[in-house]
């Protein structure tokens, strides 16, 4: 498996908090995901990186942020938490872009908002 | 984005063969993936196909692609009880970092 981990693993928190989600990877890949997966959505990319202090948006980006000051680390943060930010959420890596770079899934991070 | 869309719920019975079925939407996506993921766990690779092949096989794993039509298949021969869980179906997205596009995922059921 690829080494991926992902802190915490399991977070209750409330309305209005902020919340910062670790990703940390030992594989060196430039690339690293953020994606949350809910019923009935699948798996929604929220934002991504393609190196160090390289990051952009995705389609559901709305109330996060992201942060990649080394390239071991890609932390998302949820700037004041509501409960439609409940959800899992899976970091991914890749050791390049195109569609030849298949990406590894860490083990998620289920969070709560209440 | 544009929607990979997947039938929600297959069931089989053990021994007998499971196809689950994917449309794309990305003509240019160069590779598309099938992961799977087991309950509360997170998502495994299990297989993957260039653009340019129609078929690729991986012990019990087959993959079809129809370029054409846009559609994606992945049957999994000898199905087994331990391949019971939910298998996605997804295409990078150039614009978004070759991001993947996913579709909603297909439950499996496996019954002796």
């Known amino acids: 498996d690829a080494g991926i981990t992902q802190s915490p693993r399991h977070k209750v928190t409330e309305t209005g908090t902020p919340v910062t989600l670790r990703c940390h990877q030992t594989?060196?890949?430039?690339?690293m995901y953020w994606y949350r997966q809910d019923p009935g959505h699948g798996l929604r990319l929220i934002h991504y990186?393609?190196?160090?202090?390289?990051?952009d948006k995705g389609e559901v980006s709305d109330g996060y942020s992201v942060s990649r000051s080394k390239t071991e680390d890609f932390l998302l943060t949820l700037e004041s938490a509501t409960s439609s930010q409940t959800s899992v959420y899976f970091c991914?890596?890749?050791?390049?872009?195109?569609?030849?770079?298949?990406?590894?899934f860490g083990p998620g991070t289920r969070l709560l908002v209440l | 984005g544009e929607d990979v869309e997947q039938s929600l719920f297959l069931s089989v019975r053990e021994g007998d063969s499971s196809v689950i079925n994917c449309t794309y939407t990305?003509?240019?996506?160069?590779?598309l993936y099938w992961y799977k993921q087991e309950p509360g766990a997170g998502l495994q690779l299990l297989t993957y196909?260039?653009?340019?092949?129609d078929m690729k096989q991986d012990q019990r794993l087959t993959v079809l692609l129809n370029k054409k039509d846009k559609h994606l298949s992945l049957r999994i021969a000898d199905t087994q009880t331990g391949d019971s869980a939910i298998y996605f179906c997804?295409?990078?997205?150039?614009?978004?970092?070759?991001?993947?596009?996913f579709g909603k995922g297909t439950s499996l059921l496996v019954t002796p």
């Open positions: 997804a295409e990078s997205i150039e614009d978004s970092g070759y991001a993947l596009n």
């Open positions: 196909i260039f653009s340019n092949m």
């Open positions: 594989e060196n890949h430039r690339y």
């Open positions: 990305d003509s240019s996506s160069t590779y």
């Open positions: 990186s393609y190196g160090v202090k390289d990051t």
């Open positions: 991914a890596i890749s050791e390049q872009g195109g569609s030849g770079g298949t990406q590894y």
